[in-house]
């Protein structure tokens, strides 16, 4: 009771289809995916960005330090 089954979803499938047309919904579907892989691309070079940024930052202190051992002595 109250659940979509696989008649249901057949139906709503058939009128999308009739409403859009094969050819609209194709497009759809790849300006959809072609997106998504924008969106992942995206994320993926953020991430190595700030891990490039947290590595820079380390090593940048490293050296800082060790420069200032040199002029203290």
Do not use: P, Y
């Amino acid at each position: 009771m109250g659940g979509i089954g696989i008649w249901q979803l057949l139906i709503i499938l058939l009128i999308v289809v009739m409403l859009f047309g094969t050819k609209r919904l194709k497009n759809l579907g790849s300006d959809l995916g072609g997106a998504l892989k924008g969106f992942k691309t995206a994320i993926k070079e953020d991430e190595e960005e700030q891990a490039t940024e947290v590595d820079d930052g380390i090593t940048g202190e490293t050296i800082d330090a060790t420069a200032e051992k040199v002029e203290t002595k």
